[in-house]
């Protein structure tokens, strides 16, 4: 699976990172316009892999805050799934942990439709700020992804920090969920989460965020 990504691409051949111009599309509404464009982009390319080697691969939309406010983030994905004809189980849906924490009785109403809807619900950046047990208790998610800039794992890691993930991973895995450690960036890191039964990994040790052709090409390779 992969998660979709926004980059800006210049005239010039420049990329813009979406540190620089996410906070702009936020601050102005505009963002909600780029999300609804990436989930049609996303869910056009799925229906583009049937039949094709790809096929069997699922694909992960982020959803900002602000769509919430904007759209109705289950009927706007339902319709672009239907036009295309993609089933929904091949979309992931990720929303951020404090995402859900704000506003969290509407919120979770909406995590309810979508999981009914039949998509894959995911809360992002679990462990980014101020986490809360009431997510995980209320929100019927099916993935739990970690973030990793929060729980480091490297030589310095501390043994209550460690204790902390893999608490995190066991509790994860009795709710039924999948794990994700997203930010992996070291063979350290990967063969800690391995041992503790993680149950996927997301990072630059693996590939940085690249086009669509290029990881085409990635997938094809590893296939063969």
């Known amino acids: 699976s992969a998660e979709v990504l926004s980059r800006w691409v210049t005239a010039s051949g420049e990329i813009i ?7 702009f599309l936020e601050q102005t509404g505009q963002i909600v316009r780029l999300d609804h464009y990436v989930w049609g ?28 406010d904007y759209l109705d983030v289950p009927d706007t994905l339902c319709s672009l799934a239907d036009m295309y004809g993609v089933p929904r189980n091949k979309i992931n849906v990720e929303i951020t942990e404090s995402a859900i924490i704000s506003r969290s009785a509407l919120r979770q109403r909406v995590a309810d439709r979508l999981v009914e809807a039949g998509f894959e619900l995911e809360i992002d950046d679990f462990g980014k700020g101020n986490s809360s047990l009431n997510t995980l208790r209320n929100i019927k998610a099916q993935t739990l992804k970690l973030d990793m800039d929060f729980l480091k794992i490297d030589e310095d890691s501390s043994m209550r920090g460690m204790i902390i993930i ?3 991973i066991h509790m994860a895995k009795l709710l039924d969920m999948t794990v994700v450690a997203e930010g992996v960036e070291t063979n350290a890191q990967r063969d800690a989460l391995l041992e503790m039964d993680c149950d996927l990994l997301q990072g630059y040790l693996f590939s940085k965020p690249v086009p669509v052709e290029e990881f085409e090409k990635h997938v094809t390779g590893n296939l063969v």
């Open 166 to 168: 893999e608490s995190m």
């Open 17 to 23: 990172s979406p540190g620089e111009f996410i906070p």
């Open 41 to 68: 982009q996303a869910i056009q390319l799925l229906k583009k892999w049937e039949g094709t080697p790809f096929s069997h691969l699922k694909l992960s939309l982020n959803v900002f805050p602000e769509d919430f």
